[in-house]
Nanobody
Framework: EVQLVESGGGLVQSGGSLRLSCAAS????????MSWVRQAPGKGLEWVSF????????IYADSVKGRFTISRDNAKSTLYLQMNSLKPEDTAVYYC?????????????WGQGTQVTVSS
């Protein structure tokens, strides 16, 4: 059974930092590209970042470029999102996702999400 378990969310002041983690199991993590997707209160899903299976290629949404860094440790089957210079508009539930099946917000596998709240 595929499992994606996020952790590391919390409450932080504007300008602060958080590091999210996503522990993967039930599939060969090193063979799969991964993404982070978020959902702000009352809004739809927003794709945040992508990393290929080997970790050598990354892509970011314009809204987070230069502030967020996606990475992975295939030996630990874990995905990360380092978030710096956080803004109130980054407040959202953050999901890790795998197995893209359509648009950048359509995936076969999702974690349960971790809440990030940025206070002004």
């Amino acid at each position: 059974e595929v499992q994606l378990v996020e952790s590391g969310g919390g409450l932080v002041q504007s300008g602060g930092s958080l590091r999210l983690s996503c522990a993967a199991s039930g599939f060969t993590f090193s063979n799969h590209a991964m993404s982070w997707v978020r959902q702000a209160p009352g809004k739809g899903l927003e794709w945040v970042s992508f990393i290929n299976s080997g970790g050598g290629s990354t892509i970011y949404a314009d809204s987070v470029k230069g502030r967020f860094t996606i990475s992975r440790d295939n030996a630990k089957s874990t995905l990360y999102l380092q978030m710096n210079s956080l803004k109130p508009e980054d407040t959202a539930v953050y999901y890790c996702a795998a197995g893209r099946i359509g648009s950048t917000t359509e995936y076969r596998y999702w974690g349960q999400g971790t809440q990030v709240t940025v206070s002004s």
